[in-house]
């Protein structure tokens, strides 16, 4: 075995760490499988079997992770355990799925790409495990620490494993806990990397189940939880007895299951649901639909003097009907009869009934209890996705994928074929990323490679899904298009199909029969109802009578489609759903940065000692380990692009990075060369390609990263040391951190914003202390006791004109802990004087708002003011907005929105829109309400990294100088370690973008009587009308309400509350005040040249003395941004003195300030209101989960919009 211990990188820099200290337990066998001396599937195996037998059943191929199921708690997923996990990479710690889930984390965070965990291998090998342990270690080190929405949504994630398993799991023979439907969770975080919301896909749910099981499997848990430990309340009012009372539980002769306790998952599957935000009206309608397929099991037919199906006790249809609010003779017929319509010339003809035999009824009862239990868990599936949806933006993700594994039965049917088809498409996947797409690279990159052989299975796919030639599902929906009405029919159409296939090496046709060669083993399947099973339509007459109910949960929420009768459209088959949601999962897991776990089953009787050679053979062969490990050692560990190598590495070589900033000029090619070289990494362990850098070994890579890591410390001991000299500065970047967060990524951004000197230092005219200029502003300030300021700078305020429109006036703005002061300044006979224009407490501001583009516009909407809201520009707007809301505790919210409609003069509502103007040359132009400003650094920008400021002698060189940056895409930012990242201030938190939804409260209705259990007799009293049904003597036996008057919906739609009335009046005002005279031309300040400075530095502009400069921006180290004759660029703020330009002689003075009116509030109209501020209606969950489930319905019809043939 090779030493980890090898030093890759000789730079001259500190040792890393020594990562075998950190594995205690003695490892047996390679703990990474590309290190084996020699590679067979046996030498794989005997390995495997060592490291399984020692309790080790983790175990590498580079960053595959092969995972034996050890059927035991082995005590390896304490926080003790995943805490040694955080923060280490692979090769640091002996393989874990711990690891893989903080390699895909930092991976996420460190290079801002969406991650996917694909999670294979057969059924009971321990996928589910895995896909649990990852969640667990995301939440445990995704941080969120206090904030309560953080850890709110954490809570929910994980609640969503024991809810879904309920659900969705099922005692297999192969696995007492298998997933019968498949699952890709995605977790969505924010730029600090903590999660913000998820979304669930779920895929192909095995419904048969619900309706029949081979002996000694069982139905989905749930109902056995809900059998085994109903409430009173649930027993009475929906009748429900134990598991053993029902046939579809009981059919199977399996009701317990050993390590399962029902009871308590019960209790876990509530607790589940309220964390997640299901309301009580919402579960007591899961509830009653499982209790309505239970029932509906119960549903026996016998025939009637005709031949015909009659049902035999009608007063287990009485109850249904009960249940599901619908009328009993409705629900008989249904069951019973089939409508039946003539077509004449693809019109529609004469419509009769046509009574079904005891077998078909049967099948339309099954249907029935199939569709209810599928589209309830759909509507599970769509009602956590509202719970968990995050609506601002999300910056990255990490998707988890469990699916149900590869399964063999004796007797395989449509499950089976649709469940190895989703597994030959995930071999697929690793096929294409590790194996195929790995080799393809090299050859486009123009690397030096040798080709190793494997096995596609592409070609196993193709025999499945493909149109033309037609595979197996094409022939099933043609088979099913052509004989539609008699199931037998269809199927013998199908086996004569099949005969097209005959040619292809993985098929062969056996009469009822047929068998497909998968990769992962020959699996017979058998014809017999495979096309009823792909056809999956539920009777119109089924779809009628649910949307007949009266419960809007069954009737708008479950089944809300409705059946266009002259639609010729094929509605698509569970084939075409499942083959395109497949499609569509390949085509996202493709664009995310995978991570594989390959998960093993050592035996077939879930046993801790028994290691099966031969069975773990088979499948270390169809997994194709060999090749993995083989194209593994051939080829190179780690690759990315030019680009992305210097913007993570660029800081370990002083040509690239200076002090955090990035400095290299040539492109990123030669910038990776030059940092390869500088940390001394031998040529045969790199290779560059055309577009990407390939690394050989994943210890060079981490070595470079160790390095990193020690930068970004010794960087942050710096800036501590800093901080301790300087207790403010601290203040002054957490400042403007909480002004990003107040921002929210709402609002483009000016380049200086972004850099990593800009702090918010806040009293920039230093009133606080009086010193120069700040002595005046503070001596006219005349501030209060306790009054202290926080914030000073100058700035324009858009001041209206007579008769003409507003125009933006210079000011001088400071805000203390208590009140906004606008000053004016004025000359007068050679004299400045300044006066406190307009002082507003902050009890007198609403809110802010700011645009969505670049420009520094900041509105102050005010609760009452005669003379209208205030509108400030201002380069430091964001600081301003982050000043007052920490002032005010929060209670100053900001909106940022394109336009901003403000109260002028009077309260007059006007809008000032915003527009881009790529000719403005700097800041932004206002003119007539409107202000023009060039595009700016997206929203998404984040602030460079803290470092300290360069000298301003670096300043002057200009190799090191960014005075022309990067555009955004190319500059790289870096990024802090999060310890280190400052923490906002408590009190400012950006508002939500839009909001969680907020479950609207359970409307109360009025239950009908819930029937009594009669102890002792086996019917109800015939008075009640309708009578449970009884299963047994001594069963509870519940009653149906008495009359039709009483029963309102048993369990109410989610709520449909009311968006709050929003009034739209506006208070009459009083007439205005004579508007103020004409104000000074705004204008950036005017220096004027002491001395000439001559420069042909880039980005430096020369200029003679006595010109005159306007400033743009001043820089703390005393290189000015200035512009000058058109031109812009850097000048040294010593070689220029402040000038006031002469003003127009006789302007006359301001207007003195008007005293504090009583005037009513001024009231912008609810409607013209932002949308960020106004509460928006609570849109009710019910028809948002609707509109899901109906739009993802619609998106299987318009993914078939090709093949649109007639259903005939
Ligand atoms: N890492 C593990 N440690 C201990 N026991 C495990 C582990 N992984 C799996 N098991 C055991 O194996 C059982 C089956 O695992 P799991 O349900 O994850 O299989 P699966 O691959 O998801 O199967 P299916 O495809 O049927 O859903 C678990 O219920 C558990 O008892
Ligand atoms: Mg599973």
Redesign the pocket.
Known sequence: MKKFGKKAIKANRPARADWKETAKKKQVGVSDMTLLTKITNEAINDNLQKRWQNGD?YTYIGHVLI?V??????GIYTEDVLTSYQGKNLLEMPPHVFAIAEAAYHHMKGYNENQCIIIS?E????????AKRIMQYIAAVSGGGRDSAIQNTKDMVLATNPLLESFGCAK?L??????RHGKYLEIQFNPQGEPIGAIITNYLLEKNRVVGQIENERNFHIFYQLTKAAPANYKEQFGLQGPESYLYTSQSKCLDVDGIDDVQDFQQTVQSMQTIGLQQSEQDAIFKMLAIILWLGNVVFVENGDGNAAISDPDVVHFIAYLLEVEAEALDKALTNRVMETQRGGRRGSVYEVPLNVTQAQAVRDALSKSIYERLFEWIVARINVSLQFHGQVTTLIGVL?I??FEIFDDNSFEQLCINYVNEKLQQIFIELTLKAEQEEYVSERIEWTPIKFFNNKVVCDLIEEKRPPGIFAALNDACATAHADPSAADNSFVQRLGFLANNQHFESRGNKFLIRHYAGDVMYNVEGLTDKNKDSLLKDLLDLAASSRDSFISQELFSERIDPNSKKRPPTASDKIKASCNALVTKLMQCHPSYVR?IKPNDN?SSKEYDQKRVLHQIQYLGLCENIRVRRAGFAYRTTFEKFVERFYLLCPSTGYAGDYIWHGDSQSGCLEILKHNNIGSDEWQLGTTKVFIRRPETIFALEDLRDKYWHNMATRIQRFWRLNKHGIKHLQLRDAGNQLLGHRKERRRFSLVSQRRFAGDYLDVRNGSGVGAMIRNTMNLQGAEEVVFSMRCSMLVPRAMRSSVPSPRTLVITNRNVHILLTTKSGGTLQMMDEKVIPFSNIQSLSMSTLRDDWIVLHLNSSPEGDVLINCVFKTEIATHLAEASNGQISLNVQPQIQYAKKGGKPVTMQFTRDETVKRDDVYKSHVVRVPTGEPATSESAGLISSRSSAQRRQPAQRSVAPLPSSQRPTPPLPSANRPMPSSGIRPPAVGGRPTPPPAINSSRPVPPKPQPGSIRPPASSGIRPPVIGANKPTPQAPVSQANRASVVSPPGRAAAPAASNSLPRRAPPPPPPPPAAKPGKPQYKALYPFQSAEQGEIAFEKDAVLEIVEKDENGWWLAKYQGKEGWVPSNYLQEFTPPRPAGRPPPPARRPGSMQPKPTIPTSSRPASAVSAAPSTQASSLADAIRARRQQHYDEDEDDDDEWK
């Open positions: 059943i995972s199921n050890p059927f035991r708690d082995l291998g059924s009971g090998a321990g996928k589910t495990e895995a297999t192969r696995n007492n806990n298998s997933s469990d149900y594994g998960t879930k």
